[in-house]
């Protein structure tokens, strides 16, 4: 029987990043935020005795060329750390009924890959043992525990672990670590995806060209460079706690599950993505769409991880349906969509 999951995407508010560290990623801080859109998977494992050894299939209803159907898909390699953790044999067959965009900075191929996962975990009838991960035995954990979970999902991509958390999750280190925040509000959105992909690696090498990262260390200046990267990290940690603190005076939370004052503290706080500096310089295009988001009513708007989609957050969804209807006459690919908490995305996740 095939299991399917709903993949939902994330956007970014605020992304900040820090120096390139030893093992060439980039410090980074940010908010995950998952929202409504999705892609779908279906999973299913043969376990016969015509499936004793281990398979993976990978099937995609669309025609996409940056979707790849052989082990470099997420879903593929994902599915393999699973099958080898839980010492499964069998055929692995995942269907991907592709909505999000490829590269557009909704984390549709990290989002698939952790549907994998869960579908895969309820094929098998896996059950997540509670506790700390024990030592292994004979290269195997004699747990399958969250914790195991985690580091499967960082082995696979950076940010694949917000995807088993849900709802509002604090990004660090290079985005693997993830932990929960209480849920923002389930605000109204408008998300715009734009024909183009970025390469991501593409734009990190642009941001180390714009702040001389690599003068710095060709000059012996590698603990400068450091100090630097360390310090505007700290000052953005004091940005972002401000910001989730709300407006209230005692910290409580606004009704409706969110913090008071969320998209006035935002603007006001001035969380932003740094993506912007180099992404819309390679393409002004969406640098234009971020500016009809706003003449369109967003109270709010930004890149999304390093691009291409865009997002606005507006104030009712009546006022997101409108903008949405706005921007489709002027020949954008928006649609109105909301924020997702963690509760909705667990209860909406298995189909």
């Known amino acids: 029987m095939a299991i399917a999951v709903r993949s ?79 010492d499964a044999a069998g055929t692995v067959t995942i269907e991907i009924e592709k909505k999000l965009p490829v590269q557009g900075g909704l984390g549709a191929a990290s989002s698939n890959a952790v549907a994998t996962m869960l579908a895969l975990e309820k094929a098998l009838g896996v059950r997540i043992a509670p506790g700390r991960q024990r030592e292994p035995r004979r290269g195997k954990p004699r747990l399958y525990t969250q914790a195991e979970r985690l580091r499967i999902a960082a082995q696979v991509g950076s940010d694949l672990p917000l995807f088993l958390v849900g709802g509002t999750v604090l990004g660090v280190g290079r985005g693997e670590e993830v932990y929960p925040l209480a849920d923002l509000a389930a605000m109204a959105m408008v998300v715009v995806t734009p024909e183009v992909g970025v390469s991501t690696p593409r734009a990190f090498a642009e941001w180390d060209e714009l702040k001389g990262e690599g003068a710095h260390r060709s000059s012996g200046n590698d603990e400068l460079t450091q100090s630097l990267g360390s310090d505007r990290l ?97 020949g954008l690919n928006a649609v109105a969509t909301r924020m997702l908490t963690r509760r909705e995305y667990w209860k909406r996740s298995l189909v």
């Open 8 to 86: 939902f995407a994330k956007i970014n508010l605020g992304l900040y990043i820090g120096r390139r560290r030893a093992d060439g990623f980039h410090d980074l801080r940010t908010v995950y935020q998952t929202i409504a859109l999705h892609d779908g998977i279906r999973v299913s494992v043969d376990q016969s005795k015509q499936a004793r050894g281990r398979g993976i299939e990978i099937e995609c209803k669309c025609d996409h060329p940056r979707v790849p159907l052989d082990s470099s898909n997420t879903c593929y390699r994902m599915a393999a750390l699973v099958m080898e953790a839980l």
């Open 234 to 330: 700290f000052a953005v940690g004091c940005a972002l706690s401000a910001w989730l603190r709300g407006n209230s005076h005692d910290g409580a939370p606004a009704k409706g599950g969110g913090r008071a004052g969320t998209l006035s503290d935002l603007v006001r706080a001035g969380i932003e993505n740094d993506f912007e500096r180099v992404v819309f310089s390679q393409f002004p295009e969406l640098r234009d769409i971020k500016r009809a988001l706003e003449r369109a009513g967003s109270r709010y708007a930004s890149l999304s991880g390093s691009g291409s989609t865009l997002y606005g957050l507006f104030g009712s969804a009546a006022a997101a349906a409108t903008a949405a209807g706005r921007l489709q006459r002027q």
